[in-house]
């Protein structure tokens, strides 16, 4: 079982918990749906827990008080975070779908899906039809005894970025959520969202990188 617990004692202890959920979820599990397997790529934290760290963009949905739990929702799909208290949602922005047809050299991506509604479109895509009994298997899988008999590399980094398109003026006076950095990325090369920002992030969080280096990893000279 995926270990999705928030240790709410403090913003610092939250934001760790974020990292070791993401490192987890990249690196140990796999998606499947009816035999169609992705991995993620692109993912955002949303927590609110009363005067520890309140994220005035999480929605607060009584669904993200499960933990573990699919929240479909108007912006895309959540895996909930929450612990009967305090509301948490992982935002899936990207995936990969993985085939043993394509190599190594591509991390066995045979497709990338970028945008958390055509994350959506995609997964539900691959549901049976609405008046076909079969069950649907719509989970992942723990794949962390055989990487890469499943096609998962293990990305060269984990990268914190700024999550994307939030309002400003939903924050506090500090913007310590609008600035925070809980989206997490992975192979930087594919075609993710704001690029530029992810390498300004990467120069920050990886400050013995070269530049070249970085600009090598994201496939393009996106800084000086």
Not at 25 to 31: K, M, P, R
Not at 105 to 115: A, L, P, W, Y
């Amino acid at each position: 079982m995926m270990n999705l617990l928030v240790n709410n004692e403090s913003k610092a202890t939250v934001i760790s918990s974020f990292d070791t959920i993401a490192k987890s979820l990249f690196c140990d599990f796999q998606l499947e749906v009816n035999k169609h397997y992705y991995r993620l790529l692109d993912i955002e934290f949303y927590y609110y827990c009363d005067k520890v760290f309140e994220d005035g963009y999480a929605h607060k949905h009584e669904a993200q008080l499960q933990s573990g739990k699919w929240y479909f929702h108007g912006s895309g799909i959540d895996i909930t975070i929450g612990d009967g208290i305090n509301h948490g949602g992982i935002l899936i922005r990207a995936v990969a779908k993985i085939s043993g047809e394509s190599s190594f050299d591509k991390n066995f991506i045979e497709k990338e899906i970028h945008g958390p509604l055509n994350v959506k479109t995609e997964i539900c895509s691959k549901l049976k039809g609405a008046f076909e009994k079969e069950l649907n298997t719509f989970c992942f899988h723990n794949i962390s005894g055989d990487r890469m008999g499943a096609g998962m590399i293990l990305p060269k980094h984990i990268i914190k970025s700024k999550r994307i398109g939030l309002n400003s003026k939903n924050d506090n006076q500090l913007q310590e959520f609008h600035n925070g950095k809980f989206r997490y990325v992975i192979i930087p090369y594919l075609k993710l969202r704001d690029k530029t920002q992810i390498a300004i992030d990467m120069k920050q969080q990886f400050p013995d990188m070269p530049i070249s280096e970085i600009n090598k990893e994201l496939g393009s000279a996106f800084l000086k």
